[in-house]
């Protein structure tokens, strides 16, 4: 299984970004697709996740309202829709993908793909 993660880039507060994740090597037709970040000196932090089979969706507190997960089963595909950003939000993004239940926990993710770096200034 292969994630290949793009979209990240340098954009000033209030701004957007997407990012995308595409998945090969299994469908995906029954898992969750999550994103998280990682900002240098903490910890790997749960962002945002989309079941497949009923796209139920979870996001953490601090992005609600400002961000959106989407996914294109037929690409097998995951987006993040990033609005309003923040300084905050800087940080190295990761797509992952585990069976099942969405977890925001990263130990219960299989698969994941390289960061793309969203780096957001004031």
């Known amino acids: 299984v292969q994630l290949q993660a793009s979209g990240g880039g340098l954009v000033q507060a209030g701004g957007s970004l997407r990012l995308s994740c595409a998945a090969s090597g299994r469908t995906f037709s029954t898992d969750t697709m999550g994103w998280f970040r990682q900002a240098p000196g903490k910890e790997r932090e749960f962002v945002a996740a989309?079941?497949?089979?009923?796209?139920?969706?979870q996001y953490q507190d601090s992005v609600k309202g400002r961000f959106t997960i989407s996914r294109d089963n037929a690409k097998n595909t995951v987006y993040l829709q990033m609005n309003s950003l923040r300084p905050e939000d800087t940080a190295a993004y990761y797509c992952?993908?585990?069976?099942?239940?969405?977890?925001?926990?990263?130990?219960?993710?299989?698969?994941w793909g390289q960061g793309t770096q969203v780096t957001v200034s004031s």
């Open positions: 989309i079941r497949s089979s009923d796209d139920s969706t």
């Open positions: 992952a993908v585990r069976t099942g239940l969405i977890s925001k926990s990263a130990q219960n993710y299989n698969y």
